[in-house]
């Protein structure tokens, strides 16, 4: 649940039940309001009416639910106190507060209760629920163990020639992504990459400020194509426009952009990770959820972080091959690829084998080379 109001979210503070504690008459009062408000509203949609007014009807049915809805997440906010919850503010940049939030720490209980209650039979499909073979995570994660039903698993094999169609390298060694200076090697292998190939490319990154550098390296390298970098007024939708549109463009995306997008065929060529997606330590619901499991005494990066790192790259990684004719390179700038235990279990996620190369013009000629033998 949240409720926000205008401008863009900054910091994030967790909160327990003690934020609202002697607010509790203002909140009443908005409770009695929008109880007063649905009163008033439910004879004008619950009585006989014409036709011709039976849209007003429904329209007023749904601002009905609305102002309910608007009730339930107010009193699950303000009672912060769930200890299966997590509760936190988020903040603007100027210091205003930009919503409240809370969430579940959990939904394996809740949606097997909904599986249980609201279906027969469901299905669930994707190119990515699968973690090295296992279906263990996601199971995990969505209770379905918990519908007392034994599920029925299928791996399918990809109709994709990724080995003819996909080329992955990974760079040897290298600065650490955290480095400041890790933008200035970002920038140059997406400019030596676009010089040598002339394709559309698409970086992800996993914050603004690391895309936001990589733009500044690149307009310092004096980058003269069409540069597309998220976060800035053009939605999602429209940088994708721009992007299929325009012949050697690079999109900057952060996101988002990891999935739900499609970019078939030559409107997406090459695909830079500088940094492998882990999700964000201080983020309220992962920190919640670290919290629990060590409590529990389980180790939260190999239950949570390293599992979530694998799904969200073989979703970024998923952005080149869309069908069975598509052709594409991934280049994976992380230096841990090369040193951490780790290692192993994300590059065997990949549909290839990585390979190695030991800087941008090494990557670009490789590249180039291998869109020429088409």
């Not at 967790?14 to 109880?35: H, K, M, S, T, V």
């Not at 040897?172 to 480095?179: K, R």
């Not at 979703?315 to 594409?328: A, F, P, T, Y």
């Amino acid at each position: 649940a949240s409720l926000s109001a205008a401008g863009t979210s900054g910091t994030r503070t967790r909160y327990g039940d003690d934020l609202f504690a002697g607010a509790e008459d203002a909140f009443n009062r908005l409770y009695l309001i929008i109880n007063e408000v649905r009163s008033l509203l439910n004879p004008f949609y619950s009585t006989s009416a014409p036709k011709s007014v039976a849209v007003v009807q429904n329209e007023l049915r749904y601002v009905d639910e609305e102002l309910m809805g608007l009730a339930e997440s107010v009193r699950y906010l303000q009672d912060g106190s769930d200890p299966d919850g997590v509760f936190w503010i988020e903040w603007t940049g100027g210091g205003r507060v930009a919503a409240l939030c809370g969430s579940p720490l959990e939904i394996d209980r809740r949606f097997a209760d909904y599986l249980e209650e609201r279906t027969s039979t469901a299905v669930f499909t994707s190119a990515t629920l699968a973690e090295n073979g296992s279906f263990d995570y996601v199971m995990e994660r969505l209770g379905i163990g918990l519908t007392g039903k034994e599920p029925v698993n299928l791996l399918a094999g990809s109709p994709f020639d990724y080995e003819r169609n996909l080329l992955i390298m990974r760079t040897e060694g290298g600065v650490n992504p955290n480095d400041e200076s890790f933008a200035g090697h970002v920038g140059r292998m997406i400019a030596d990459l676009s010089e040598a190939t002339g394709r559309r490319i698409m970086a992800l990154f996993t914050s603004y400020r690391m895309c936001l550098a990589t733009r500044d390296e690149l307009e310092d390298l004096g980058f003269g194509g069409e540069l597309l970098v998220q976060g800035g007024r053009k939605s999602r939708e429209e940088l994708a426009s721009v992007f299929r549109s325009t012949s050697g463009a690079v999109l900057l995306g952060v996101a988002s952009f990891w999935e739900g997008v499609d970019f078939p065929g030559g409107e997406l060529e090459i695909l830079v990770i500088p940094k492998l997606p882990f999700p964000v330590p201080t983020e309220p619901v992962i920190e919640a959820r670290s919290e629990r499991m060590q409590a529990e005494g389980g180790n939260p990066f190999t239950r949570l972080s390293l599992p979530e790192a694998i799904l969200r790259l073989r979703q970024g990684v998923g952005r080149l091959i869309r069908r069975k004719d598509d052709r594409g390179v991934a280049v994976l700038m992380d230096p841990r690829l090369g040193t951490k235990s780790y290692a192993p279990a994300v590059l065997s996620s990949l549909p290839v084998k990585a390979r190695q190369v030991s800087s941008a013009g090494e990557a670009a000629g490789s590249a180039a080379d291998w869109f020429k033998a088409d």
